[in-house]
Nanobody, 113 residues
């Protein structure tokens, strides 16, 4: 069993930045792929970014060049640096371990002036 706890969400103006963190209850060294998802009101949950244990990263087209996923295995933490935020980035953001099916509880990101 792994618990995932997201933090770092909040209200930010368009063009602003936020850094999300996902703290895991155990070591990430044995976890190959980790991911960030988001779910906007009335929409399906969508994959935002993935990162492998080797550092390979993939992003959905809508966030390429603006978001950066990273992981610190020694700190058991996954990150999502979000820059140049847009109102359409407003959603609840979740971290996820695809292999085992674990999800965090989510953190709300609201981009609004």
């Amino acid at each position: 069993q792994v618990q995932l706890v997201e933090s770092g969400g909040g209200l930010v103006q368009p063009g602003g930045s936020l850094r999300l963190a996902c703290a895991a209850s155990r070591s990430l060294f044995s976890i190959d792929v980790m991911a960030w998802y988001r779910q906007a009101p009335g929409k399906q949950r969508e994959l935002v970014a993935t990162i492998t244990i080797g550092g390979s990263k993939n992003y959905v087209d809508s966030v390429k060049g603006r978001f950066t996923i990273s992981r610190d295995n020694a700190k058991n933490t996954l990150y999502l640096q979000m820059n140049s935020l847009k109102p359409e980035d407003t959603a609840v953001y979740y971290c996820h371990i695809p292999r085992d099916g674990y999800w965090g509880q989510g953190t709300q990101v609201t981009v609004s002036s």
